[in-house]
């Protein structure tokens, strides 16, 4: 379908999202102005489809994409209080997670596992694996709906929480975490998001903070599965790998963990459910070089394919959750 926005929209074949939009005219391939002309159109798409793919419009560099990203949102963010390894391009621009090629990512909410985040997430591929290396996508609506209303509840009642420990050489160190070597100013970072931390010993941290476990979406009002106790709960590796793990640090100085906010263990067989409901509704489709993919950070979760060959994909985290209106209009700071 083409509309008088410049932009023709359609559905790829054997799944119901993300949005297709590619340029109407061959003349008509400028993202950047008719993004800032018709924001209202892809805010709707985007309410609607929780994902919308911008082929055809040969996005190439970070700073391109960054001007893409700025004309569909109102305020990029910092990557802060880390989970992953990235590598900064500049201007709040991000490599996606580098993890070794081999590894799957598994489907997750952008920074689910704190109090505030990102409303929305823009990826673009610069550089598309030889093989694999797809960002599978999963609808949020559909994988809440598939998880047992109690479970639902339960998360809703009780929350999350994170439980981290900072062993030197393991993991992300608590100076990229944290993006400081202060530990005063780690400290006052800690105060200021809620996150209780104790030092060990010299080089031991221990931090925990309690964050929602479903969450209201401020446009739609929907319930939805917001955190991330799957990826951090250690029955994420798997029964040996997470034996080991135990095996190493003890039960109570994992690298990572999760519990209910009220410190109950989540039963592993729950979290094996959540795992299940995010692959049921995964959806896959390829890179082409230039793609630019914007996410509804809570109605979709995303994750990452296995690949070969080199593959780069630029991220953006972008609008706070804290800074939306009562209507979901994100409030330029």
């Known amino acids: 379908m083409t509309t008088s926005s410049g932009f023709s ?17 061959e003349d008509a391939g400028d993202l950047v102005a008719l993004a800032g002309r018709h924001r209202d159109i892809i805010d709707a798409w985007l309410l609607e489809n929780g994902a919308v793919l911008f082929r055809g419009f040969n996005i190439s560099s970070a700073e391109h994409f ?11 963010l910092d990557y802060t209080y880390r989970s992953t390894p990235r590598t900064s391009l500049g201007s709040r621009i991000f490599t996606t997670t580098v993890y070794p090629p081999r590894l ?9 596992y704190q109090r505030d985040w990102p409303m929305r997430v823009a990826f673009s591929c610069r550089v598309a694996a030889e093989s694999g290396g797809e960002t599978p996508l999963s609808d949020m609506r559909r994988v809440t709906a598939r998880l047992d209303p109690a479970l639902l509840d339960a998360f809703e009642a009780r929350g999350v929480k994170y439980i981290r420990h900072y062993h030197p050489g393991v993991d992300l160190s608590w100076q990229e975490v944290f993006q400081t070597d202060d530990k005063d ?14 030092w060990l010993g010299p080089d031991l941290l221990r931090t925990e903070q309690v ?17 991330q106790a799957h990826l951090f709960h250690v029955s994420s590796h798997g029964p040996d790998i997470a034996e080991a793990i135990i095996g190493t640090f003890g039960a109570d100085r994992l690298p990572r963990d999760a519990r209910y906010g009220d410190g109950g263990v989540i039963a592993p067989e729950d979290l094996a459910a959540v795992r299940r409901a995010f692959e049921a509704e995964k959806v896959v489709f390829p890179w082409r070089n230039g793609d630019v993919v914007l996410l509804d950070n809570m109605l979709v979760g995303h994750g990452r394919r296995p690949f070969t060959g080199k593959r780069e994909v630029m991220a953006v985290l972008a ?5 939306w209106h009562a209507r979901g209009q994100p409030r330029v700071a």
């Open 9 to 25: 929209t359609q559905r790829m074949p054997g799944i119901h999202f993300p949005l297709l939009v590619t340029p109407a005219a």
């Open 66 to 76: 960054g001007e893409v990203v700025d004309a569909m949102t109102a305020e990029r």
């Open 104 to 112: 799957e990512i598994p489907l997750h909410q952008e920074n689910a």
């Open 185 to 198: 100013e780690l400290a006052r970072r800690c105060s200021a998001q809620g996150i209780e931390h104790a």
């Open 211 to 227: 964050c929602q476990g479903t969450a209201r979406h401020p446009v739609s009002g929907e319930r939805l599965f917001f955190n």
């Open 319 to 323: 609008d706070p959750h804290s800074r």
